[in-house]
């Protein structure tokens, strides 16, 4: 699969699939003002070649958690369809509270309830190794960030990766730009389940 925002403006969807593309998250939020401008054209024309979507939040931590979802719901929910993917909180701005911890498990909490489906944690391993979550955040699926390695190292409290993000200079057909590439840790149909 692959992960594009604003930075991947043009994507031919219908190659992209043809060349054994699956799954595609698009940046949808940031904060809670920013709506990322490419968000709906990726959504509609990746899900017309029948790639699996997927939509993604990056969480500021100096935001609140409840004002953060809200602009997320309301760019998802202005699509008027279910996405096939999980919401994603995006965890990954460096520095801030220890007190960020709980506003995104605030932020998860009102997904989850929101959309009736765990939603996904994306970070880097050193990241999160620094901040020391809890262990009730392994009950979130785990989408780490991991380059030029064989296999991600994957950051306790988690035992297994759900989704590696193995390259951020991937070269995809249909993707003029280099793109973000993923690997789902399991099987096509495991992951229409997710």
Do not use: C
Request: overall charge negative; glycine content about 6%; proline content about 7%.
């Amino acid at each position: 699969g692959v992960d594009v925002s604003h930075w991947e403006p043009e994507v031919d969807w219908v190659k992209a699939k043809a060349s054994g593309i699956e799954f595609m998250f698009a940046k949808a939020t940031e904060g809670i003002y920013y709506h990322d401008p490419m968000f709906v054209k990726h959504v509609k024309a990746a899900k017309a070649a029948g790639v699996l979507v997927g939509a993604y939040h990056f969480f500021h931590h100096s935001n609140a958690a409840r004002a953060q979802f809200l602009t997320y719901a309301e760019t998802v929910d202005s699509l008027g369809f279910k996405l096939d993917l999980p919401p994603v909180l995006d965890w990954e701005q460096q520095g801030g509270p220890k007190s960020q911890i709980f506003t995104a498990h605030e932020w998860l909490t009102l997904a989850e309830s929101h959309y009736g489906r765990k939603p996904m944690i994306y970070t880097g391993p050193s990241f999160m190794a620094a901040l020391q979550v809890s262990p009730d955040f392994a009950a979130y699926p785990l989408w780490v960030a991991h380059y030029q390695t064989k296999a991600p190292r994957v950051p306790a409290p988690w035992k297994q990766w759900t989704i590696w993000q193995d390259s951020e200079t991937g070269t995809v057909p249909g993707v003029t730009s280099h793109v973000d590439t993923n690997w789902y840790n399991g099987t096509l149909d495991s992951l229409r389940a997710l």
